[in-house]
């Protein structure tokens, strides 16, 4: 059983290095890939150093790759890989509207990825933080609409996110200008409502991404889904203002109790203890954070939440080694172990 690691080098890359020396997955093999330019650098896994190699232009001899290069990586090479024999679980958002691609939160629809045909997708980081709370209180009480604020952490914009807001903020404390590189304006001190393309309806490619990844992952079209996307001068985890209508009413008590059963999800709700989530709290965590469930003053037997997940582990790294995880206890993953 080989695993490989397409940027290996990247914010998630470094990620799925810290997940799998957690993980339940047997594998026998680690193999790091990334640009040329990171050939022949080595990163640490379980007191090792691997050796970072340059993407090759075709397959790959492993049994499992996790792509997290980007979209057009993905793209150009994943066929090549599954033609070469492997499973894909990709991160990108290359394959995820294919109607032929499943799109997985093991939590929510593990056993979609089941079906798939060499490719599995890996869903947007916003979306996969939502749907683990969302998808226990569609189940219970069906959500017919669904209004989502984000607070949105710059590493979402991968390892230069990070070095953007690190820098700029250097700048700014030392009286100088800060030079927006990857994100539109300056981001410390700042909030930015624009993260990724807008499109021709006024929303941005983010915003789209969650009502069209919401409705593939919890299975229901007929979810209503508006999405305002913004990225705040934070390092990790991603935080959501969650509104639901609901065709079956619900208590908060109700929707608290209900959120405590269910995998994946921590629920902090303490407002006079000062406990609610936050990225502070939720950073690093594997469990999503779900707090300031309230009745909503809009819908009737509608709820307000709020929530905050680690996106580069749930909403991302994670995720993709879970449905790894999910296939293998199933008997359903290639490759043997060996001994
Ligand atoms: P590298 O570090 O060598 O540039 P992030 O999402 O944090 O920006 O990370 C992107 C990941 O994708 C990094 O591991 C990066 O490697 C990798 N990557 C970028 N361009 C290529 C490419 N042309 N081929 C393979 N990997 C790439």
């Given at each position: 059983?080989?695993?490989a ?6 914010a998630?890359?470094?990620e799925?290095l810290?997940?799998l020396?957690?993980?339940t997955l047997?594998?026998d093999?680690l193999?790091?890939y990334?640009?040329?330019r990171s ?10 150093e ?5 993407t090759?232009?075709g397959a ?8 997290s ?10 066929p090549a890989?599954?033609a070469g ?10 394959f995820r509207y ?17 079906g ?5 997708a890996?869903p947007n980081?916003?979306?996969a ?7 226990p209180?569609?189940?219970?009480f069906?959500?017919?609409?669904m ?9 979402g ?9 690190l820098?700029?903020?250097?700048r700014v404390l030392?009286?100088q200008?800060?030079?927006?590189q990857?994100?539109a ?29 919401t409705r593939k ?14 990225r ?21 008590e ?9 995998a994946g ?8 203890a ?5 990225p ?6 594997y469990d999503?954070e779900?707090g ?7 819908f009737d037997g ?5 929530v905050a997940?680690?996106q580069?582990?749930k909403?991302?790294a ?8 999910y296939?293998?206890e ?7 172990v060996a001994?």
């Amino acid at each position: 059983m080989r695993v490989a690691i397409v940027g290996a080098t990247g914010a998630v890359g470094h990620e799925l290095l810290r997940v799998l020396e957690n993980s339940t997955l047997h594998f026998d093999e680690l193999q790091l890939y990334a640009s040329p330019r990171s050939a022949g650098t080595t990163l640490p896994f379980n007191g090792e150093e691997l050796t970072v190699r340059a993407t090759p232009e075709g397959a790959i001899d492993a049994d499992l790759i996790l792509a997290s290069a980007g979209g057009s990586i993905s793209k150009a090479l994943a066929p090549a890989w599954v033609a070469g024999g492997a499973l894909v679980i990709d991160n990108s958002s290359a394959f995820r509207y294919d109607p032929e691609v499943p799109l997985v939160v093991p939590e929510v629809n593990g056993e979609a990825a089941l079906g798939h045909k060499g490719i599995i997708a890996n869903p947007n980081c916003t979306t996969a933080v939502a749907v683990v709370a969302v998808a226990p209180l569609h189940r219970a009480f069906g959500v017919k609409r669904m209004i989502v604020s984000t607070y949105q952490a710059t590493s979402g914009a991968g390892q230069k996110g990070i070095e953007e807001l690190l820098t700029q903020t250097h700048r700014v404390l030392h009286d100088q200008p800060a030079q927006a590189q990857v994100f539109a304006h300056p981001i410390p001190f700042n909030v930015i409502p624009h993260i990724d393309a807008f499109q021709d309806n006024g929303y941005t490619k983010e915003e789209m991404k969650v009502a069209w990844e919401t409705r593939k992952i919890i299975g229901d079209d007929s979810i209503r889904v508006s999405c305002t996307a913004v990225r705040i001068p934070t390092l990790r985890t991603h935080s959501e203002a969650i509104t639901l209508e609901l065709e079956r009413p619900a208590t908060p008590e109700e929707a608290r109790e209900l959120l405590r059963q269910a995998a994946g999800v921590e629920v902090r709700d303490d407002p006079g203890a000062r406990l609610y989530p936050m990225p502070l709290t939720a950073s690093g965590k594997y469990d999503v954070e779900v707090g300031r469930i309230r009745a909503s003053l809009v819908f009737d037997g509608g709820l307000d939440l709020f929530v905050a997940g680690d996106q580069l582990l749930k909403g991302a790294a994670l995720n993709a080694v879970q449905i790894a995880e999910y296939l293998q206890e199933k008997g359903a993953l290639k490759g043997r172990v060996a001994g």
